[in-house]
Structures are given as C-alpha cells and as structure tokens.
C-alpha cells in the first residue's frame, strides 16, 4: 500500500510539471519573440513596437486585467466607454511592457524555473536577467484557458505589474469621481506621451 | 484484490490529475466579483498625502537632474570596479543585518551574515571579493524596519522622506536605529572621520539606483500617477522583505478572468 502512495504522489508531480513546462516553453517562445522585434535594428521604432504590441495583445489576458485594474469604476460605465478603455489599456499594457522589455534587450536571460499552483490553477515561470554586475528576477503568472495560455500578471523584483497599475489608477480615478470616461482621456493622454518616448 | 487497487488507483488517478482532466479545470469563467473584491489598493494609509506629493516631485527632479545622470556615469564603469563598489558596501551592511537577524529569531541567517562579513573582510580583501557567495553564504537583507515589522509593529502611514524617498513611520524609526547603531557609522565618527557617512549613503544609493535605471524610467514614463505607482511598488517590496518569502507565494494574486472577444 505505501508504494502505491508513492506512486499516487509521484504521478501527481509528473503530471504538475509537466504542464508547468508546457507554460515555460511557450512563454520562452513568446519572450524571444518580443526580444528579435526590439532587437531588429532594420525595423523603424515604431513598426517595432506594433509587433511587440501584437504579440502582447495576442498573449496577454489584457480585457481581464483591464477589469481587475478599473476597480469599482467599472460596474457604472456604458458599454462604449468600457469598449474605449479596454482598447486604450490594452495600447497601455503593451507600452509599458515594451518600455521595460527595451530595457533588457541587450542582456542575456534564461527562464530558470517554472511550477503549478494546482489552488489558483496558475503556472509561475520565473525568468532570471543578467547584467555584467548582477540579476534581477521577473516572475511570469500564466494561465491556461480554452487550450492556450495566456499571461496575468508580471512581477519584477516582488512588485506586480497588476497590483501596481490597479493601485495607480485607483488613485487616478480617485480624483475623476471613479468616472471611467473622464479617466479614458487621461489615459489617451497618457498612451500618446508614452508612445512618442518609445518610438523616437 | 489487487484488480480492486488497481481500479481505485486508477480512478483516484484519473479523478486528481489535472493533465488528464487539464480542460475542463483551465476553463476560466468571468465574474464581476473577479474584479470587485479585492481591496490592496486602498490599504496604504496616506493622509499626508499632499505633502507627500510635493516632497515625491521634488525627489524626482533631484534624481533627474542629479542621482539618475550620477547612476549612468557610474553604470559606464567597468563591471569589476561596479561589483567592488556594490560588493564593499554591501559588506558593510551585513554587521546590522547579523543583528537583525538575530532579533527576530533567525539564528541560522545570523551565522551565514556572520561568516559573510569574515569571509568577504578577509580573503575577500575588505569587501571588495564576495567571495562568500562562492561557498554557498548568501546575502539575505534584514533592517530594523524589518525587525520592527516582525514584532509586530505596523507600517503607520506613508511617508516620502526629502531625498531618501518612499517609507512610512515604522521604517523611517527603523531608519533612525540603522544610522544610530551603524558600527559603521560610530567608528568613522570616532576617528574623526564623520565625512565617510554621507559618503557612503551617499555611494549606496547610486549603487541601487544604477541597478534599476531601465525600471524606473519604465515606470515613470507609462504611469497615469507615477506617485502612487511608487507608493505601491514600496509596499509590496517591503512587504515582500518583510516575509522573506518569494514573489509568488506572497503578493495577493489578482483574480484575472481570461475573456475572448
């Protein structure tokens, strides 16, 4: 009886990694993907940063971030302005993510670890970044649905992309009365800025 | 008997598996609650917050105009003399966080800090060689703050400190005991040479800053509210700090719904 035990918990556990690897080897050929675009020094900037923008929108669970990132603000908006925001985070996400990316693009990494969190049903892939003087570790959250994975959320240094820009437009929606159309300009503004950082 | 294993085995197997079953658990249903629940982002306590505010923009000229071009400059040093620098400084550290450690019960982390700052001090000529990280010593931070945490003190609320930046009461008084209890510091100060604390508060934090250029100007140029993305980025930090437990265990996990257009 005790070998079967083992067997139990030993199946499980090929069974966890597994599917942990799964989401690693995709996440490796995604990020390279990412990689090669900002690298690609023949592309003008901003040919770059559409074809890093359409591998995160493809790979990222952007509307559902969205959501989660506009708090209460979004239970009392119209169907258009929940649409405008959504596309508007979603240019968001991707420059921010971009920005960070261009940042190591010259530097090696290696995604070193990867395991299932059977409770949150979430694979952690974590990514190691060297430099000549050290590593700094980014941590991937992904999430597999309808047979693909896609990624929730983005820790760099034990500081979360999602909890960080919820925390940052709560306080901006603060100051706009939770109004999600009144916020929609401030982040058109704001994509415009970030966008002209990045493409020139 | 052993057909009946058999076919239990194989259903508890079939039953538990998530692989084998893998579709029907990654099937992601939205929810309005997956965003309306979760509170983190009111649980900083800021009510001195517009003071706060003026004090963060003057930091942030104060590190554009000087600690970031500082950071670059030294960024172009040649590695050995960046890792000398970073090595040396953080050696110093490693007396306080010893102490630290000892405090809030971590006796083992405690004996490794020790054999660190012997190792490194010694073979590893003043600091300069972290030769300790070669035989399995690593380097583990621990502050008062930390400490003061641990006992169970709370944050109090936010604060941004001129120059020294993001922190809230309990580390602010943590803090204060770092630069009172530095043996570091009362050494300099007793041979006269109250000049080197400055300086090397001074050469710590464009060690640090050096470290997190393409992050923090990520963060800057793509915040809507640049003060509250850092005011959050700092908890969850030292939050993370505090429990000495990694990333991913620790910071609540948004419950993201996956959604196709």
């Given at each position: 009886m005790h070998r079967i035990k083992i067997l139990f918990v030993f199946l499980i556990f090929i069974s966890l990694n597994a599917k942990a690897n799964e989401a690693k080897n995709w996440l490796n050929k995604e990020i390279d993907i990412i990689i090669s675009a900002i690298q690609?020094?023949?592309?003008?900037n901003e040919n770059k940063f559409l074809m890093v923008e359409n591998t995160i929108n493809n790979n990222f669970a952007g509307t559902g971030i969205a959501k989660f990132v506009a708090g209460k603000s979004?239970?009392?908006?119209s169907k258009e302005v929940k649409k405008e925001y959504i596309k508007l985070f979603k240019r968001h996400l991707a420059l921010s993510i971009s920005s960070m990316m261009q940042g190591y693009s010259d530097q090696e990494y290696q995604l070193t670890n990867s395991s299932y969190d059977e409770k949150n049903k979430v694979t952690l892939v974590d990514m190691e970044i060297f430099s000549d003087t050290g590593s700094i570790q980014v941590t991937w959250r992904v999430k597999k649905s309808k047979d693909r994975f896609f990624v929730i959320d983005l820790l760099v240094a034990d500081i979360s992309l999602v909890v960080t820009k919820r925390s940052e437009f709560n306080s901006m929606l603060k100051s706009v009365d939770y109004n999600l159309s009144e916020f929609n300009k401030k982040l058109l503004s704001q994509n415009e800025s970030s966008y002209q950082k990045i493409t020139n | 008997m052993n057909k009946l294993i058999h076919i239990i085995l194989t259903f508890l197997i079939l039953a538990l598996s998530p692989s084998i079953f893998g579709a029907a658990s990654d099937e992601v249903k939205t929810s309005s609650a997956d965003f309306e629940t979760?509170?983190?982002?009111?649980e900083i306590y800021d009510p001195l917050e517009g003071i706060n505010r003026a004090i963060f923009s003057f930091n942030n000229v104060a590190d554009r105009i000087v600690l970031e071009p500082v950071a670059k400059g030294y960024k172009r040093l040649p590695s050995p003399i960046q890792s000398g620098v970073g090595n040396f400084i953080n050696n110093l550290k490693l007396p306080l966080a010893a102490l630290n450690q000892l405090l809030q019960g971590q006796g083992k982390n405690a004996a490794e800090s020790s054999g660190r700052f012997l190792v490194n001090s010694t073979v590893g000529v003043l600091g300069l060689i972290d030769v300790a990280d070669n035989i399995g010593l690593d380097q583990k931070e621990e502050d008062f703050g930390q400490t003061l945490a641990t006992w169970g003190i709370g944050d109090g609320f936010y604060i941004v400190l001129p120059l020294f930046g993001p922190s809230n009461v309990r580390d602010t008084t943590g803090m204060v005991m770092t630069m009172m209890t530095d043996p570091v510091n009362a050494y300099a100060a007793s041979q006269g040479q109250a000049w080197a604390i400055p300086v090397k508060t001074a050469a710590n934090a464009i060690d640090q800053r050096s470290q997190i250029i393409d992050e923090v100007n990520a963060l800057r140029d793509n915040s809507v509210d640049y003060y509250a993305a850092v005011r959050s980025s700092y908890y969850q930090n030292r939050k993370a700090a505090i429990m000495n437990t990694d990333d991913d265990v620790l910071t609540p996990l948004p419950l993201i719904s996956i959604e196709f257009e």
């Open positions: 690609n020094n023949d592309l003008p979004w239970n009392g908006s | 979760t509170t983190f982002e009111d």
